[in-house]
């Protein structure tokens, strides 16, 4: 019977830490780059409203670009510096209406020297990011998906699921 009691006793124990540990666990925390996202996000959250990104100084510089849509570029901000909450381009789609969506953000880094850019800007924690240097227009480029989910990553250059 003791034994019994014991064995009671400890099972019970055992379930209670376990229960109060399960219940104590908190969520995984963001990732440093998944943190930096949310930053970027709450930084350009005014512009889903197109009439603020215009009011702004953003312009478009690109016309729509199949994978892409416009490249809303704010010339005040293209300083060669890359600033988390400041990117310097907001990509736009155009609604069935014709009304100006925001779909993602952009960086738009100009080197020193464009014949010779050396490495992609420093930029996100980690290495989800995908710098491209686009050789016709001398600049680093990063795309970032923030409102639009891209099935190829949030830094994919090209987004699928906008048509061409």
């Known amino acids: 019977m003791k034994r019994m009691k ?12 376990l229960f109060f ?7 995984d925390p963001l990732t440093a780059w998944e ?21 702004a100084g953003f312009i478009d510089v690109s016309g729509y670009v199949p994978n892409m849509g416009h490249h809303y570029l704010n010339p005040a901000l293209s300083d060669g510096i890359f600033e988390l909450e400041k990117p310097e381009i907001i990509l736009y789609l155009p609604d069935a209406n014709g009304k100006m969506q925001m779909a993602g953000v ?4 100009v080197p020193d020297d464009p014949n010779d850019p050396g490495s992609p800007p420093e930029d996100f924690t980690g290495d989800q990011d995908e710098w491209h240097f686009n050789e016709l ?22 987004n699928p699921a906008i048509g061409d």
């Open 21 to 27: 540990v399960a219940c104590d666990k908190e969520e």
């Open 106 to 109: 952009e960086y738009s880094i």
């Open 137 to 158: 227009i001398g600049q680093w480029q990063l795309h970032v998906w923030t409102i639009l989910d891209n099935p190829d990553g949030i830094f994919a250059p090209h």
């Open 35 to 55: 943190s930096e996202i949310e930053q970027l996000k709450a930084a350009t959250n005014q512009y889903l409203d197109f009439s603020v990104a215009e009011a």
């Open 6 to 17: 014991h064995f009671l006793w400890m099972t019970t124990l055992v379930l209670a830490t």
